[in-house]
């Protein structure tokens, strides 16, 4: 039982056979969609695009406390994770972005609290059909159906849903729900491929990225950099809707006699990110913070862990408030090296 | 706005030796994206634009520039700054003067007269974005929307954006050179946005602005796009002591917010960039609007307008209204 068909009729109870855990899916708010958890009893749509602020926030929230303490006693409590979660709709490039994160928190030190909620959650994801106008994800080594990091994927094939497991996790979704699912019929192999075809030649953006890893360390001080930075703001627009970013500061954090010591996402394209103690600052100017930006994604990450820090959402380029288009700046270095 | 003269002008701008760089509008890379443009020579002044997709307020520039500690032996760059303006940017650069935060001998400001803007969201969601680059134009009675090689006729009701309708100076009020004639003036609408939140009870007030303040994610994009939040040390990057707290909650997001809203009564020149720059659709347009409302009933002051003015929350006379303070 690996590819079932659900008929869209049967959502709704799909939807309400996971009860127990909790459910994030994409929702409208007044800042647009965003993976946010569902209220019991609600159905949440799949017909959106992708979401303004990646589903990161549901292994990797803004905010975290990591422990409360008091000031004068000696009480230190530690949050508990171990609710279970099933985020509904992630789109293959944010379950990609996950893959591609897990691979730092679990680097030199197990980071536990994003690593306990990744293995708390099961990924139900929706291959793309209708790829957004700044989708490059063919590009950095993703596609619209890609599995990665999913452990059940849904297609939508009109009047179903394909669902197709990929992992244990997946496999166990879809024997919890049999009773709604019909087995796939032997053409829907061909109408899957037809799909995915269609949806790969939607994709209009795209950069060779092929020579950036290894060509970038070369352009240190070329001037494209000024040039791509010149207009920038330095605000964490970029970063915060990353769905690869991952970096985080930590503080205590005071209320009257209760204390708690959370972290809270950070950004390298703010000027204290860098700023040491002393007032030196080795990345002085938003110049050097765009071209770290680039170089971690697609130089730094690389050489760790041999894959590109970038999923290819288009976020950064949606939501930049001066048009600052990574896919731009990328060919602007393949064009230097 | 005849185009060529634009970049004529801007070519003869830039090719000054005491000036360091032009900043105007240039097609952004797709779509209806308009980026800021840093020209550095006269060759360069070709790629300017002036259309309805201009929105962005470049006067922010003058204040985010970077100053870094130079080399030894190394002189500064003493040289201007020249500034594309709209209307609302030109108060920003008159603010910026009566705050000595710039110098008026350092600038050029190259005064747009304007027609008004196109909403870009509005304009997205009902004429989608291409991926090659698209324009709109103005026309006597509204826009053109040229896109795919395809044009199409918009009113201006449809597309103005929200800060254009409330528009009182569409002229520059402050300007070195100034590219064509004035435009007509037209009777502002009624700021509706901010009478609806005003008409709530405090309940609901509260529970609005909750809403709204939740979904921040405090990436600080109003601020850095602000022309007039231009602090060098600025409370909410302040650690010792924490004003604001790092953690993001409504908490929190509310006292960023609101410390920032009151920081810019009777300075805002409501040029709305702080709302077009929110990824998450934070109406802070209503927030500054009505601040600017409570300066313009209770002390019949307007930021931006003279350069000379003394500053609105600096100043005291013996004579200010206070039959509202409790």
């Known amino acids: 039982m690996s590819a079932m068909l659900l008929n869209k009729e049967k959502w709704p109870d799909f939807v309400g056979r996971l009860t127990g855990k909790k459910l994030w899916a994409p929702q409208a708010g007044g800042d647009g969609m965003r993976f946010a958890p569902v209220a019991e009893g609600e159905v949440p749509a799949l017909d959106y695009g992708n979401t303004r602020v990646p589903p990161k926030q549901a292994v990797f929230p803004q905010t975290e406390t990591l422990f409360r303490f008091q000031v004068d006693g000696e009480k230190v409590e530690e949050p508990k994770l171990e609710e279970e979660a099933v985020l509904l709709g992630v789109r293959p490039c944010d379950a990609r972005a996950m893959v591609i994160v897990d691979k730092l928190f679990s680097w030199d030190e197990d980071d536990p609290y994003y690593l306990k909620r990744r293995e708390l959650v099961t990924l139900v994801g929706l291959a793309c059909t209708e790829p957004g106008l700044n989708c490059f994800c063919t590009s950095v080594g993703g596609g619209p159906a890609s599995t990665e990091g999913l452990d059940l994927v849904m297609i939508d094939l009109g009047e179903n849903y394909l669902l197709e497991a990929i992992t244990e996790k997946g496999q166990a979704l879809l024997a919890e729900t049999e009773d709604l699912l019909e087995e796939a019929k032997d053409d829907v192999a061909e109408q899957k491929e037809k799909i995915i075809n269609e949806s790969e030649q939607k994709i209009k953006r795209s950069v060779n990225t092929e020579d950036i890893p290894g060509g970038l360390p070369g352009l240190w001080e070329d001037p494209l950099w000024q040039r791509v930075s010149a207009s920038c703001l330095g605000c964490g627009t970029c970063t915060f809707l990353c769905p690869t970013c991952h970096c985080f500061d930590i503080q205590d954090e005071t209320e009257g006699f209760d204390s708690r010591r959370c972290r809270s996402w950070d950004s390298c394209m703010f000027a204290e990110y860098t700023l040491h103690t002393s007032g030196h600052n080795p990345r002085p100017s938003r110049r050097e913070r765009t071209r770290n930006r680039i170089n971690h994604k697609y130089n730094y990450y690389v050489d760790k862990f041999d894959v590109i820090a970038c999923v290819g959402c288009g976020r950064c380029i949606n939501l930049c408030p001066v048009n600052i288009d990574i896919v731009d700046i990328l060919k602007q270095v393949e064009e230097a090296l | ?326």
């Not at chain 2, 008004?116 to 698209?134: C, I």
Request: proline share 7%; net charge negative.
């Open chain 2, 1 to 326: 706005m005849d185009l060529e003269k634009l970049r004529e002008t801007a070519a003869e701008v830039a090719a000054r030796e005491d000036v360091k760089y032009l900043i105007g509008w240039k097609k952004g890379t797709y779509g209806y994206r308009v980026a800021p443009g840093f020209i550095e020579d006269a060759d360069g002044a070709a790629e300017l634009i002036f259309s309805p997709l201009c929105t962005a307020n470049l006067a922010t520039y003058l204040t985010l520039v970077e100053k870094l500690p130079l080399p030894r032996g190394e002189e500064p760059d003493d040289r201007k700054t020249a500034l594309m303006v709209k209307g609302c940017d030109s108060r920003a650069v008159a603010q910026l003067l009566v705050e000595k935060g710039i110098d008026r001998e350092n600038v050029v400001v190259i005064g747009c007269p304007c027609p008004g803007m196109v909403d870009p969201e509005l304009l997205a969601e009902k004429y989608p974005e291409t991926e090659e680059p698209a324009e709109v134009k103005w026309t006597d009675d509204g826009f053109i929307v040229i896109r795919d090689g395809e044009e199409t006729s918009v009113s201006r009701d449809e597309l103005l954006a929200e800060k254009c309708r409330l528009c009182r100076y569409p002229n520059p009020v402050i300007s070195d050179i100034m590219l064509g004639e004035p435009v007509e003036t037209w009777e502002p609408a009624e700021d509706e946005g901010v009478n609806e939140v005003e008409n709530k009870d405090v309940d609901e007030r509260e529970a609005y602005w909750e809403e709204q303040f939740s979904n921040c994610v405090r990436c600080y994009s109003c601020r850095n796009v602000c022309p007039l939040c231009y602090c060098q040390d600025c409370i909410l990057d302040r650690l010792n002591p924490t004003w604001v707290n790092r953690s993001v909650n409504f908490s929190e997001n509310t006292a960023f917010n609101i410390a920032r809203a009151f920081h810019l009564a009777g300075r805002c020149i409501e040029c709305g960039e702080c709302e077009r720059v929110c990824p998450a659709n934070i109406p802070l347009g209503k927030l500054n609007r009505k601040l600017a409302r409570e300066v313009r009933d209770k002390y019949g002051f307007e930021p931006g307008l003279d350069p000379e003015a003394e500053p609105f929350q600096a100043s005291y006379k013996p004579d200010d209204p206070e039959d509202f303070i409790l």
